[in-house]
Nanobody
Framework: QVQLVESGGGLVQPGGSLRLSCAASGIVFSIYHMGWYRQAPGKQRELVATITNGGSTNYKDSVKGRFTISRDNAKNTVYLQMNSLKPEDTAVYYC??????????WGQGTQVTVSS
């Protein structure tokens, strides 16, 4: 059974930092492309950052320079380091894992709230 389990969300003040983790099981993690998405209340889910199985990364423009996605294949885990957080980063953050030609897997989400 495939599971993606996110952790690390919480309440943080503007300008603060959080690191999200997503632990995967039931898949050969190293061959999967991984990503982080987010969904704010009343808005559609949007792509935040992706990392390929080869380590290439891509970011939503509004998070470039503030967020960093990384992966540890030995721990079957993908991370999202979020710095200089803004209130508009408030959302439920979801982990995603996919392979070409197959439906992706999703985690259950972790809430990130940026507020003073």
């Amino acid at each position: 059974q495939v599971q993606l389990v996110e952790s690390g969300g919480g309440l943080v003040q503007p300008g603060g930092s959080l690191r999200l983790s997503c632990a995967a099981s039931g898949i050969v993690f190293s061959i999967y492309h991984m990503g982080w998405y987010r969904q704010a209340p009343g808005k559609q889910r949007e792509l935040v950052a992706t990392i390929t199985n080869g380590g290439s990364t891509n970011y939503k423009d509004s998070v470039k320079g503030r967020f960093t996605i990384s992966r540890d294949n030995a721990k079957n885990t993908v991370y999202l380091q979020m710095n200089s957080l803004k209130p508009e980063d408030t959302a439920v953050y979801y982990c995603n894992g996919g392979r070409v030609g197959r439906p992706p897997y999703w985690g259950q989400g972790t809430q990130v709230t940026v507020s003073s």
